[in-house]
């Protein structure tokens, strides 16, 4: 017997689009310093390490923080915990604009880390909750993915704009609207949803997730600009280790924060390892791609932000298209491993370019974004359709992790091959700073006097792009090779999906 789940009206959309504005926020919120950063050094005057810090402490907190803000939303409400960490985002935006020295930003941003932790699985698990029919939840999921994408894009162009005609404390003043009409249309629109029979909540694994996140997340950022020194490797092996503590502790405790049973879900698992692939496919492209077009061609770093936004116009339609194909009865399988394929084609043309190809990366970078966005709107969607309700704060994440994660990983592996091409293709002869680094090696050119300088700087530049080039070529592999789990894997789970998605909304009794 089949039964229609509920269908979304004005008031659930109506949620979701006030759900979008925090959600944009929150992601611009990775890339919003890019060209802040020297008007803030400027105003502060923070050393090198405290730089460091204002810029990687959101990054860091977000991530180490993620799992446990999905299971605090599972046990105390997913509204309630979104409503306090908008509050507490706003808060921390406006102390981080009005900020009088580095160490009142580290810890604002720091705040803002520990507010996003909280948006970002809240408004998952919400539009898991409000969106029940499978196709208007697709639908509603493939938004949530674009504007997730498009946010960090947008994040450094806002960011150009604002510190050119404002002060660098307007980038955060931004998030206040938003945060503000969550706070005043939350509690009236956003259904409150939790997990009734979740017990206690494992304090001791919160510690332990952090240790075994920050670590891995720490070594992998910093492996493809400092090398695998030992101090690297070794905070990958500790936190490698802690994450093994931390799922003994999962496996073994009573109540745990994670749980297992959502591993042995069908369909779950793949999707969290899939999505984490994607995202390593989609953050290796663009260690390499934003460099290309400010350092190689030359663009000053506003122009290069506003040409790498031409390549996101395909991210608003590589969703709806991947929903569209799934609602007409293609596989999921085959949509999934077809996007991994669209993106694969998308690092092949960027294996080919020169040192002036600005269209040819900018339509590399538009057919891998989509393909990419296709695959992890409808990974999002599995993961969540096979969670059950009560777990959606948890698997939402979860998947955030695992995109992180991903980030973490392109950047150490796809990076270090590039280095390793960058350096091999360099002249021997050229001064250490350039044989490191293409921003090195353009700032020793402009020493430099005539020819020399000018050959220098052509070296380095066509060092780079060959570079890009073999990171390209990995990256083909890599997401040509996840094609091949994504087709046999998700296989089973397209089982019944033609009937689920269908224009009447119907589902198998015992569906998602």
């Known amino acids: 017997m089949t039964t229609n789940p509920p269908r979304a009206g004005r008031r659930e959309w109506t949620a979701l689009g006030v759900l979008m504005l925090p959600l944009l926020l929150v992601s611009m919120d990775v890339s919003v310093l890019y060209f802040a950063i020297p008007a803030i050094s400027a105003d502060l005057e923070p050393t090198g390490p405290q730089q460091l810090w204002i810029f990687d402490i959101y990054g ?6 993620l799992m446990t803000m999905g299971a605090v939303g ?20 406006l102390v981080a604009a009005y900020a009088h020295s580095a160490e009142t930003l580290i810890a604002a941003r720091a705040v803002l880390g520990i507010g996003g932790a909280t948006l970002m699985p809240s408004t998952m698990a919400l539009v898991r909750t409000m969106f029940t029919d499978p196709g208007q939840r697709a639908t509603a999921i493939g938004l949530w993915s674009g504007v997730m994408t498009a946010g960090i894009a947008l ?9 050119e005609y404002f002060w660098w404390g307007s980038v955060f003043l931004v998030n206040l609207p938003a945060m503000a009409l969550l706070l005043l249309l939350g509690p009236v629109l956003l259904p409150e949803s939790k997990h009734p029979g979740s017990g206690r909540f494992d304090l001791l694994s919160v510690p332990l997730s952090m240790a075994a996140v920050l670590p891995v997340v720490y070594g992998l950022k910093e492996i493809p600009t ?28 009573a109540t745990p924060m994670i749980s297992p049973a959502l591993f042995r879900i069908r369909g779950f698992t793949p999707a969290v390892a899939l999505n984490l692939v994607s995202a390593a496919g989609m953050m290796g492209s663009t260690y390499f791609t934003t460099q290309y077009i400010q350092s190689v061609l030359d663009k000053s770093a506003l122009e290069a932000a506003l040409w790498a936004l031409l390549p996101s116009v395909l ?44 269209w040819l990366v900018l339509a590399a970078c538009g057919v891998l974004a ?26 939402s994440s979860l998947m955030e992790t695992g995109t992180e994660f991903g980030g973490a ?48 700087a052509t070296a380095a530049r066509e060092a780079f792009t060959s570079g890009m080039r073999g990171a390209a070529v990995a990256g083909a592999v890599l997401l040509l090779a996840a094609a091949v789990p994504a087709a046999r894997t998700l296989k089973r ?13 119907s589902a198998p009794a015992g569906g998602a």
Do not use: K
């Not at 994040?155 to 604002?162: A, D, R």
């Not at 400092?226 to 073994?252: D, I, K, N, P």
């Not at 270090?416 to 020793?444: D, F, K, N, Q, W």
């Open 370 to 395: 989509g393909g990419i966005v296709a695959v992890m709107s409808q990974l999002t969607d599995l993961a969540l359709s096979a969670a059950p309700v009560e777990r959606a704060g948890s698997a």
């Open 60 to 65: 860091f907190v977000l991530a180490g923080l």
């Open 409 to 456: 990983l392109s950047m150490a592996v796809f990076g270090s091959i590039g280095t390793a091409v960058y350096h091999h293709r360099m002249p021997a002869a050229a001064p250490e700073p350039a044989r490191e680094t293409l921003g090195g090696a353009l700032a020793v050119a402009r020493e430099l006097p005539g020819s020399a300088g000018e050959a220098l």
């Open 493 to 505: 789970e397209n089982a019944g999906r033609a009937e689920q998605l269908s224009p009447s909304g």
């Open 74 to 93: 599972d046990r105390i409400g997913r509204r309630r915990l979104l409503l306090l960490g908008a509050a507490a985002f706003g808060a921390a935006s």
């Open 226 to 253: 400092e090398g695998w020194h030992v101090r690297y490797v070794m905070s990958l092996t500790l936190g490698l280790l802690f994450a093994a503590l931390f799922v003994h502790r999962q496996r073994t405790v």
């Open 315 to 358: 991210i608003g339609f590589a969703a709806p298209l991947a929903m569209g194909l799934v609602r007409r009865g293609v596989a999921r399988a085959h949509v999934v491993a077809g996007g991994f394929v669209v993106a694969a084609c998308g690092y092949a043309l960027l294996a080919g370019t020169g040192t002036d190809s600005l």
């Open 155 to 163: 994040g450094s162009v806002l960011s150009g704009v604002l510190v």
